[in-house]
């Protein structure tokens, strides 16, 4: 079972920032938020993850609530080859963890 | 992309007939897995492996068996594909991330079709 919820599709204006929210409210304390996007049929791509902390990378920012059961991924300047559908999973910090992808969010960025 | 490949990347086959997808890594990693993903859904795991000859069932591993008697090579076989076994195959590595948590790296994907 998946154990995040998303907003099946999204759109976003190029250049603009795209704020993707997920749910998570039965999030343990060892399990960490990640995010990944999948473009076309391509192999799914990691972004970001984290466990409390928001973080930032070249790709882009994950906010995380103070009582870790929502996040939001935020890609600052979004971009048309930002088009994809991007999954929200949260995995415990076990070696060889599980991910469990439900269906996603599909963002569309507009030009 | 964490030197992973795939192969055959494409095959069609027909049903009752054995089928082996090979996923083969560069970089020694410990943890191994197979995936497949059906319009509709996300990625759904098959089996992993989190070492050589060490491997376990995922959420659909039915009509599936994998080996691993290499570090660098993970073996899916359908013993007998079924047309519901058309579908995209991905395999992934894992590793540790540096601020913790373990990061699942994917290979591009085999495309197969049972007529």
């Known amino acids: 079972d998946a154990k995040t919820t998303q907003p099946t599709s999204m759109d976003c204006a190029e250049g603009r920032a795209a704020n993707l929210p997920c749910n998570h409210s039965?999030?343990?304390?060892?399990?960490?938020v990640y995010w990944y996007r999948q473009i076309h049929s391509q192999g799914p791509q990691y972004i970001i993850h984290?466990?409390?902390n928001n973080e930032t990378n070249e790709m882009a920012s994950l906010i995380i609530t103070e009582d870790r059961k929502s996040s939001t991924l935020i890609l600052p300047h979004a971009t048309l080859r930002d088009t994809a559908v991007y999954y929200c999973?949260?995995?415990?910090?076990?070696?060889?963890?599980?991910?469990?992808f439900g269906t996603g969010t599909s963002l569309t960025v507009i030009p | 992309d964490a030197g992973i490949t795939q192969s055959p990347r494409h095959k069609v086959t027909e049903t009752g007939t054995p089928v082996t997808l090979r996923c083969h890594q560069t970089?020694?990693?410990?943890?191994m897995y197979w995936y497949r993903q059906d319009p509709g859904h996300g990625l759904r795991l098959i089996h992993y492996?989190?070492?050589?000859?060490?491997?376990d069932k995922g959420e659909v591993s039915d009509g599936y068996s994998v080996s691993r008697s290499k570090t660098e090579d993970f073996l899916l076989t359908l013993e007998s594909a079924t047309s519901s076994q058309t579908s995209v195959y991905f395999c992934?590595?894992?590793?540790?991330?540096?601020?913790?948590?373990?990061?699942?790296?994917f290979g591009p994907g085999t495309r197969l079709t049972v007529t």
């Open positions: 992934a590595i894992s590793e540790r991330g540096r601020k913790g948590g373990y990061e699942q790296y």
């Open positions: 999973i949260v995995s415990p910090e076990d070696t060889g963890n599980q991910f469990y």
């Open positions: 970089e020694n990693h410990r943890y």
């Open positions: 039965t999030i343990s304390g060892n399990e960490y």
């Open positions: 492996s989190y070492g050589v000859k060490d491997t």
């Open positions: 984290g466990l409390k």
